[in-house]
């Protein structure tokens, strides 16, 4: 069966420090990978997507950037952080075949910015 | 573009009372729909997904809901809330072939004695 990683699972960054959440799939191949941020309050905001390795879609302009160096892992990226940050931030992963969109969450990262 | 609305941001209910929560989708081809549930602190689980065939979806939980073309409804039901099932539901919609989908904003349930 599939499974889906995040970490950490809690996050305390200094406004301007550098952020790097991770995430990782496993049991399948070649799947799509989302990033989404839920800030309090608030729905799911689609941050990024990916369909393969090093392909990148961006659907928010931010300080923001998502890269995926391997098939089953997605990273979230931060080079300065700024206090709108702060949010709960979750990956989600499809099968990528087009015949079932449904995507599938991890547990999500907490990430509170000071 | 798709685009979904829950209505209701937040639904008290007693406990052993029946459920419905709401959910209306914008979507010009035949639409993928889904509903999730999020406990605080957690990520979001699928509870249910309607991609043809039957209108009527049975999940997990206890949890159905009923796909209606006519009136572009996706609206989830439980006969019987139990306390456990406090927590935030999300409709979404989604379609064959897009790697995207589309969340409402939430419903956030309460369940009291």
């Known amino acids: 069966s599939q499974t889906i990683h995040q970490w950490p699972a809690t996050l305390v960054q200094p406004v301007g420090s550098p952020l790097s959440l991770e995430c990782t799939v496993e049991g399948t191949s070649n799947p799509n990978l989302y990033w989404y941020r839920q800030a309090a309050g608030r729905g799911l905001q689609l941050l990024f997507y990916?369909?393969?390795?090093?392909?990148i879609s961006s659907e928010v302009p931010q300080n923001l950037s998502a890269s995926r160096p391997q098939d089953r892992q997605f990273i979230l990226s931060s080079k300065k952080l700024l206090l709108s940050d702060s949010g709960f931030y979750l990956c989600a992963w499809s099968s990528g075949t087009g015949t079932s969109e449904t995507q599938y969450f991890g547990p999500g990262t907490r990430l509170l910015v000071l | 573009a798709q685009s979904v609305t829950q209505p209701d941001i937040h639904i008290t209910v007693s406990e052993g009372a029946s459920l419905e929560l709401r959910c209306n989708y914008s979507y010009g081809a035949t639409p993928y729909l889904f509903w999730y549930v999020q406990s605080p602190g957690q990520g979001l689980q699928l509870l249910l997904k309607y991609f043809s065939g039957d209108t009527l979806v049975q999940g997990i939980k206890g949890f159905e809901a009923e796909f209606k073309r006519s009136q572009s409804s996706f609206n989830l039901r439980k006969p019987s809330v139990h306390w456990s099932d406090a927590a935030e539901y999300f409709c979404?919609?989604?379609?064959?072939?897009?790697?995207?989908?589309?969340f409402g904003t939430g419903t956030k349930l309460q369940v009291i004695p």
């Open positions: 990916s369909v393969g390795i090093g392909q």
């Open positions: 979404a919609v989604g379609a064959r072939g897009y790697q995207k989908v589309t």
